[in-house]
Nanobody, 119 residues
């Protein structure tokens, strides 16, 4: 019902910035809560940030609070993750995901984009 494609990953030195994008298609984007997750090798997938359907509410993992900003542009069917002050611990495969309010889980996931932060 929803297709998600991430972009914007790459390599950056510690202290640098990247902006990830997630383009959605296939359904009404504004009906979905959107989230960002990340997974490093040997570790479980972890929540990073979420943004409500209208963008009025956002939540962040403590590990990224104050450094990352999630936003969305419903007219462009796109959600963003601005990542500042990147650290080596941020190195991971980053996924965006979509969730309907009536569903308990995120049902739609992108393929992921790699972020590598060097010290």
């Amino acid at each position: 019902q929803v297709q998600l494609v991430e972009s914007g990953g790459g390599w950056v030195q510690a202290g640098g910035s990247l902006r990830l994008s997630c383009a959605a298609s296939g359904s009404t984007f504004s009906n979905y809560l959107m989230g960002w997750f990340r997974q490093a090798p040997g570790k479980e997938r972890a929540f990073v940030a979420l943004i409500s359907e209208t963008g009025a509410r956002t939540n962040y993992a403590d590990s990224v609070k104050g450094r990352f900003t999630i936003s969305r542009d419903n007219a462009k069917n796109t959600v963003y993750l601005q990542m500042n002050s990147l650290q080596p611990g941020d190195t991971a495969l980053y996924y965006c995901a979509a969730k309907r309010a009536i569903r308990p889980d995120y049902d739609y996931w992108g393929q992921g984009t790699q972020v590598t932060v060097s010290s």
